[in-house]
Protein backbone atom coordinates (compact mmCIF):
# COMPACT_ATOMS: atom_id res chain seq x y z
CA UNK A 1 0.00 0.00 0.00
CA UNK A 2 1.69 3.40 -1.13
CA UNK A 3 1.52 6.12 1.56
CA UNK A 4 -1.08 8.22 -0.47
CA UNK A 5 -3.68 5.05 -0.02
CA UNK A 6 -2.38 4.69 3.45
CA UNK A 7 -3.04 8.19 5.07
CA UNK A 8 -6.51 9.62 6.05
CA UNK A 9 -7.33 13.15 6.90
CA UNK A 10 -9.80 13.72 9.97
CA UNK A 11 -11.39 16.28 11.20
CA UNK A 12 -9.01 18.42 13.26
CA UNK A 13 -11.52 18.03 16.00
CA UNK A 14 -11.51 14.49 16.53
CA UNK A 15 -9.50 13.06 19.42
CA UNK A 16 -10.32 9.12 18.64
CA UNK A 17 -9.94 7.72 15.96
CA UNK A 18 -10.54 3.31 15.46
CA UNK A 19 -8.93 1.07 12.82
CA UNK A 20 -10.01 -2.60 11.39
CA UNK A 21 -7.36 -2.42 8.16
CA UNK A 22 -10.59 -1.25 6.19
CA UNK A 23 -10.56 -4.64 4.62
CA UNK A 24 -14.06 -6.41 6.11
CA UNK A 25 -13.34 -9.67 7.27
CA UNK A 26 -9.76 -9.75 6.24
CA UNK A 27 -8.68 -6.55 8.41
CA UNK A 28 -7.04 -6.65 11.82
CA UNK A 29 -9.01 -6.33 15.56
CA UNK A 30 -10.16 -2.76 16.06
CA UNK A 31 -8.35 -0.75 17.42
CA UNK A 32 -8.82 2.81 19.14
CA UNK A 33 -5.83 5.62 19.52
CA UNK A 34 -6.34 9.18 20.82
CA UNK A 35 -4.55 12.36 18.80
CA UNK A 36 -3.21 13.53 22.77
CA UNK A 37 -2.41 16.53 21.20
CA UNK A 38 -0.46 15.26 18.44
CA UNK A 39 -1.36 15.61 14.60
CA UNK A 40 -0.17 11.66 13.64
CA UNK A 41 -1.38 8.81 14.70
CA UNK A 42 -0.12 5.18 12.52
CA UNK A 43 -1.91 1.75 13.63
CA UNK A 44 0.93 -0.51 14.87
CA UNK A 45 -1.05 -3.23 12.87
CA UNK A 46 -1.47 -1.95 9.14
CA UNK A 47 0.58 1.17 9.23
CA UNK A 48 -2.19 3.16 8.35
CA UNK A 49 -1.61 7.08 8.81
CA UNK A 50 -4.24 9.16 10.72
CA UNK A 51 -3.25 12.70 9.95
CA UNK A 52 -5.81 16.03 11.44
CA UNK A 53 -6.51 17.74 8.15
CA UNK A 54 -5.27 21.46 8.31
CA UNK A 55 -3.08 20.93 11.25
CA UNK A 56 -0.20 22.94 10.91
CA UNK A 57 -2.77 26.13 10.67
CA UNK A 58 -5.00 24.84 13.20
CA UNK A 59 -2.63 23.71 15.51
CA UNK A 60 -1.49 27.08 16.84
CA UNK A 61 -5.04 28.34 17.21
CA UNK A 62 -6.33 25.45 19.48
CA UNK A 63 -3.37 25.29 21.85
CA UNK A 64 -3.98 29.31 22.10
CA UNK A 65 -8.22 28.04 22.61
CA UNK A 66 -7.40 25.68 25.33
CA UNK A 67 -4.53 27.88 26.88
CA UNK A 68 -7.25 30.52 27.21
CA UNK A 69 -10.08 28.24 28.38
CA UNK A 70 -8.07 27.27 31.23
CA UNK A 71 -7.63 30.66 31.88
CA UNK A 72 -11.61 31.13 31.76
CA UNK A 73 -11.81 28.49 35.06
Known amino acids: MNNENNTIKV ?33 SY ?5 VKENYQWNNNVQLQIREYKKLLN
Open 11 to 43: DPDIETICCDGGQDGLGHPTVYYTFNDKNKIIC
Open 46 to 50: CSKIF
